[in-house]
């Protein structure tokens, strides 16, 4: 079955950096968009950024670009978010989902989750 596995949350203050990975199995991970979402305590899970199966468009929530960056790595299977420039109101559970063909912002479009990571960051 397909898995998506995050790690690389944690505590971090203001300014600083994160790297969140995604390691997926049970799909052709070639053939699948990735996206990120993440879902602050008492709100709706919102989009974050996404990238396409064959990297041709990624996707950025207005408020994070520049600071964030997505990455795939097919030799690894694994789906990177570089997180810079941290704030206080990026704190967060953070999740990988994936869905076959391009990448859509809708968060119901997407077939597959991980179980999510925390990132808090301190002011």
């Known amino acids: 079955q397909v898995q998506l596995v995050e790690s690389g949350g944690g505590l971090v203050q203001a300014g600083g950096s994160v790297r969140l990975s995604c390691a997926a199995s049970?799909?052709?991970?070639?053939?699948?968009?990735f996206a990120w979402f993440r879902q602050a305590l008492g709100k709706e899970r919102e989009f974050v950024t996404a990238?396409?199966?064959?990297?041709?468009?990624?996707l950025y929530k207005d408020s994070v670009k520049g600071r964030f960056t997505i990455s795939r790595d097919s030799a690894k299977s694994t789906v990177y978010l570089q997180m810079n420039s941290l704030k206080p109101e990026d704190t967060a559970v953070y999740y990988c989902?994936?869905?076959?063909?391009?990448?859509?912002?809708?968060?119901?479009?997407?077939?597959?989750w991980g179980q999510g990571t925390q990132v808090t960051v301190s002011s």
């Open positions: 989902a994936a869905r076959p063909g391009v990448e859509v912002v809708i968060s119901r479009a997407y077939d597959h």
């Open positions: 049970g799909l052709t991970f070639s053939s699948y968009s």
């Open positions: 990238i396409r199966y064959n990297e041709e468009e990624i």
